[in-house]
T-cell receptor
Framework: TQLLEQSPQFLSIQEGENLTVYCNSSSVFSSLQWYRQEPGEGPVLLVTVVTGGEVKKLKRLTFQFGDARKDSSLHITAAQTGDTGLYLCSGYSGGYQKVTFGIGTKLQVIP | DTGVSQNPRHKITKRGQNVTFRCDPISEHNRLYWYRQTLGQGPEFLTYFQNEAQLEKSRLLSDRFSAERPKGSFSTLEIQRTEQGDSAMYLC??????????????FGEGSRLTVL
């Protein structure tokens, strides 16, 4: 069983602060995705990382894939209230052809 | 095509009743997934199809759950004899399996089930 652990599970910060959330596994993944989910809605894909050590930037969001392709981080600079939501990471293993999700990090940005 | 469509969005039912959810994937996507999500948890894998073939079903899924994708397009998820523990958001996602597939999923808005 491939497990993805996300930390922290809950995070409440003031607008303008920076934050980092983590996604860790003992398994190697072909790729890893980050999604953002708002209450009552389905997850929306933010980014896919494929290469070990890869860094991708999406405006104020920076995503990094670990060198061994077992872990990833999401860093948000100058958080805004619109960043509030549940951030999910998922790992894809081409061999198993299955997508596994972490429990998520619930982020609240306070004005 | 506007994305993955799920209906109904909300379903309230009494314990013991049967319910069915429908998912229409993105038209060119050949893979379709069902996940279940409860409050405070990440999506839990239920089953997935490639075209009309159901390739994997979670061992956590009881016999009361069945899913079909008869023509390789839309899919239905039926829950028979519902129990209060079935209350959750049921998420459908689709993807295209082909060269360069990276496991990206495109989700619908979900169908929320409440069993009284």
């Amino acid at each position: 069983t491939q497990l993805l652990e996300q930390s922290p599970q809950f995070l409440s910060i003031q607008e303008g602060e920076n934050l980092t959330v983590y996604c860790n596994s003992s398994s190697v993944f072909s790729s890893l995705q980050w999604y953002r989910q708002e209450p009552g809605e389905g997850p929306v894909l933010l980014v896919t990382v494929v290469t070990g050590g890869e860094v991708k930037k999406l405006k104020r969001l920076t995503f990094q894939f670990g060198d061994a392709r077992k872990d990833s981080s999401l860093h948000i600079t100058a958080a805004q209230t619109g960043d509030t939501g549940l951030y999910l990471c998922s790992g894809y293993s081409g061999g198993y052809q299955k997508v596994t999700f972490g429990i998520g990090t619930k982020l609240q940005v306070i004005p | 095509d506007t994305g993955v469509s799920q209906n109904p969005r909300h379903k309230i039912t009494k314990r013991g009743q049967n319910v069915t959810f429908r998912c229409d994937p993105i038209s060119e996507h050949n893979r379709l997934y069902w996940y279940r999500q409860t409050l405070g948890q990440g999506p839990e894998f239920l089953t997935y199809f490639q075209n009309e073939a159901q390739l994997e079903k979670s061992r956590l899924l009881s016999d009361r759950f069945s899913a079909e994708r008869p023509k390789g397009s839309f899919s239905t998820l039926e829950i028979q004899r519902t129990e209060q523990g079935d209350s959750a958001m049921y998420l459908c996602a689709s993807s295209f399996r082909g060269h360069g597939n990276t496991g990206e999923l495109f989700f619908g808005e979900g169908s929320r089930l409440t069993v009284l």
